[in-house]
């Protein structure tokens, strides 16, 4: 059933998310071009073409970056509250689905838009500069082997990198599993639920943000976990880039990601909890 879940939701994104997508690719290829001066005599004969080859194109580029990041959010929330405490809550719990699964499915739908969005913005600044400058993104595809062998890379370091996405992963769940738990806390009032939303995500980031200044202070006075975190670093010794203490970084990120998932943990069964007991969809 989970399966049909995300079919549902992520066909609802991917409407809302696909010609937004499409359009920064473009973007990116149209200001590469502009970037190289493809257009520059016809702008020299025109302050108007140079308006709109030269000074839209990045402006609006810049613009549709900050309104994905914007719509990400919105639609997150719109999503969750819509689908499970608004109108569609009637007909979703209604189908012979747990609370968990509607929970998993919208997570794990949102996390799949906001990957691709991280993408999407990626392969267009990779698009943007192909076009402006291919031989030198030719070079730099034909150099990089030599500087991957050039650099000193202990065996941890690929477990490094692998961390580094499992971390980046589980802290887009917790973020947004900690949105529908603010969004669930806030339907427990009888007015301005909206409000009563912000504050409670206001009032877990307070609360999370002095938990872990918290943590970072007695780390801090704990000369052993001190050690434990200063011991690694990244530098170039005799002209090569050598990583000192990767397994203590692996050990650390392994840590940082147990935490997160907690978080995710805690959330989940907040959100889920108030869903099974508390859920008012008058």
């Known amino acids: 059933m989970l ?5 549902y939701d992520l066909r ?32 020299e004969r025109s302050s108007l073409v140079r308006l709109f080859v030269s000074v839209l194109p990045p402006m609006a580029l810049f ?53 691709l969005s991280f993408l999407v913005a990626l392969v267009s600044g990779f698009l943007l500069l192909t076009v402006y400058r291919p031989e030198g993104f030719t070079d730099m ?14 065996a941890a370091v690929p477990w490094l990198v692998l961390e580094g996405v499992l971390l980046a992963l589980a802290g887009t769940a917790a973020e947004i599993l900690k949105l529908y738990t603010a969004i669930a806390l806030g339907h427990l009032a009888k007015k301005h639920r909206g409000l009563w939303a912000v504050l409670a995500y206001i009032g ?5 943000s002095f938990l872990f200044g918290l943590f970072m202070e007695r780390a801090a006075a704990n000369s ?5 975190f200063q011991s690694w670093e990244v530098a170039i010794d005799d002209g090569q880039w050598v990583v000192y203490g990767s397994n203590l970084a692996a050990g650390a990120m392994g840590i940082a990601i147990a935490v997160t998932l907690a978080l995710c943990a805690v959330y989940f069964f907040v959100t889920r909890l108030i869903l099974t007991k508390k859920l008012n969809l008058e």
């Open 224 to 228: 052993w976990l001190n050690s434990f």
């Open 141 to 154: 595809l034909r150099q990089l082997p030599e500087l991957l062998r050039r650099l000193d890379m202990p």
């Open 3 to 7: 399966g049909k879940l995300m079919k």
């Open 63 to 115: 613009g549709l970056y900050l309104a994905t990041g914007i719509l990400l959010l919105v639609f997150t929330c719109e999503r969750f509250y819509k689908g499970l405490l608004g109108d569609e809550g009637y007909l979703m719990f209604t189908l012979p689905a747990s609370v968990s699964a509607h929970i998993a499915s919208k997570t794990l739908s949102a996390m799949i838009v906001w990957v």
């Open 12 to 43: 609802s994104s991917f409407r809302r998310f696909g010609a937004l997508w499409i359009a920064i690719a473009a973007l990116a290829v149209l200001n590469g071009f502009s970037m190289r001066g493809l257009f520059a005599q016809a702008a």
């Open 204 to 208: 877990i980031n307070t609360l999370q």
